[in-house]
């Protein structure tokens, strides 16, 4: 090929790619913001579902598990209640301090003798009163303010108070702790690729999403699955919405009890019980699904279980891309992660569908047990004895 020729082609390459390129870009920032999916989980994991008429009845249940109710809120009003809880119980208790005093007329304003024994040493008023149910329930001390055995309501009221403030320091001090300690902490250290591939591996077609423990301690026995929401409509005209479908992820050593030290690649084989099958690089954004990724797991410092996930919308799954290396060894003999490519991607060549690759297998197949030609006819020949006299 000539000087003009090569130019001829190098420009119709660099088009395509343009073209290629622009229409990407146009589909992701167009295309892809007009149409907004409605996701049941989002990227970071929270479900976005809302219960709507619930019976009052039922709201009573969440105060029945009151402790797994406290666990849930948000830290805002945790806190609230956590303040709450200490300063409402000690001024109800001042109340009633102030109360046993009034009664019993230890009060400055009823002038008692100098032989007069009060109930509570030193409370003067409603802010002494506080301060002493304050050095009551917190166990202080301070030996200023003191029950005398001259009233056994005061001593009573001592006992109740005691016993009902350690009641609400232990279970105000543990929902705290509880909620430090909350393994659901643990899972915002593993995260997943922004975007899932669709290409080929071994020989097959497989979707592929990246998963990364970001810290060096592991999740014990960690398994992985997905789930296909969609809506189908059964053969009695039902119509299903979120309907579920199992997508089975697998690495190269399976998908249970993972060795999460480093980033690993799952993949599904889109075969012929795939819900992907009867999907095609031009189609794929025209689905309707939300494809959910569960990460389950135990972490090893605390023992307790916990569980990640995310989600993908058709506009999340390229069609005929890869992820990018991310895991090298330096001189010195050590293993590196390096993080910026951790969601990069390479395009590379893929069937345009499933169907496509399986159906190159069967003429491959076909080509090594020879060629079928339909026009061939096969006709009798009747021979003829020449040499017959």
């Known amino acids: 090929m000539d000087a003009s020729s090569w130019k001829h082609v190098l420009i119709r390459v660099l088009t395509e790619r343009m073209l290629?390129?622009?229409?990407?870009?146009?589909?992701?920032?167009?295309?892809?913001h007009s149409r907004q999916r409605a996701r049941l989980v989002s990227k970071d994991g929270r479900c976005n579902i809302e219960f709507g008429n619930v019976e009052a009845q039922s709201r009573f249940i969440f105060f029945v598990d009151i402790w797994t109710t406290v666990l849930d809120l948000k830290w805002r009003y945790k806190m609230t209640i956590f303040i709450s809880a200490f300063l409402g119980s000690w001024f109800l208790f001042g109340l009633l301090w102030y109360v046993v005093a009034y009664i019993h007329k230890d009060l400055p304003e009823f002038h008692p003798s100098v032989n007069h024994t009060p109930c509570v040493e030193n409370i003067n008023g409603l802010t002494s009163a506080f301060l002493f149910s304050l050095e009551t329930q917190v166990t202080i001390g301070y030996g200023f303010r003191c029950v005398t055995e001259q009233c056994g309501t005061a001593i009573f009221l001592l006992i109740f108070q005691s016993i009902l403030g350690v009641i609400i320091n232990s279970f105000m001090c543990g929902a705290i702790l509880a909620k430090i300690s909350r393994s659901k902490k643990r899972a915002k250290t593993i995260t997943f690729s922004k975007h899932a591939v669709i290409s080929k591996r071994g020989g097959k077609l497989c979707l592929l999403i990246r998963v990364a423990n970001l810290r060096k301690s592991?999740?014990?026995?960690?398994?992985?699955?997905?789930?296909?929401?969609r809506t189908t409509v059964t053969p009695e005209g039902e119509t299903i919405?979120?309907?579920?479908?199992n997508i089975n992820f697998v690495v190269d050593a399976g998908n249970e009890n993972l060795f999460f030290i480093s980033p690993l690649t799952i993949y599904h084989i889109i075969d012929h019980n795939s819900p992907f099958f009867h999907m095609s690089a031009e189609t794929l954004?025209?689905?309707?699904?939300?494809?959910?990724?569960?990460?389950?797991?135990?972490?090893?410092?605390?023992?307790?279980?916990?569980?990640?996930?995310?989600?993908?919308?058709?506009?999340?799954?390229?069609?005929?891309?890869?992820?990018?290396?991310?895991?090298?060894?330096?001189?010195?003999?050590?293993?590196?992660?390096?993080?910026?490519?951790?969601?990069?991607?390479?395009?590379v060549e893929t069937p345009h569908c499933a169907m496509c690759l399986y159906n190159e297998k069967d003429a491959r197949a076909r080509?090594?047990?020879?060629?079928?030609?339909?026009?061939?006819i096969l006709s009798e020949v009747n021979e003829t004895d020449d040499t017959k006299m």
């Not at 592991?218 to 929401?229: A, E, N, Q, R």
């Not at 410092?301 to 992820?323: H, K, M, N």
């Open 20 to 32: 290629k390129y622009l229409r990407k870009w146009f589909v992701t920032h167009f295309w892809g």
């Open 218 to 229: 592991l999740l014990i026995g960690s398994h992985i699955y997905g789930k296909l929401l």
């Open 241 to 245: 919405i979120l309907d579920q479908i």
């Open 285 to 347: 954004l025209q689905q309707d699904f939300e494809l959910v990724v569960f990460l389950d797991g135990t972490v090893e410092s605390t023992s307790a279980t916990c569980q990640v996930r995310t989600s993908y919308v058709p506009e999340e799954v390229l069609w005929g891309y890869r992820f990018a290396p991310i895991v090298s060894k330096t001189k010195e003999g050590k293993y590196r992660v390096d993080f910026h490519n951790f969601s990069k991607t390479v395009e």
């Open 367 to 376: 080509m090594k047990r020879g060629y079928d030609n339909p026009n061939f």
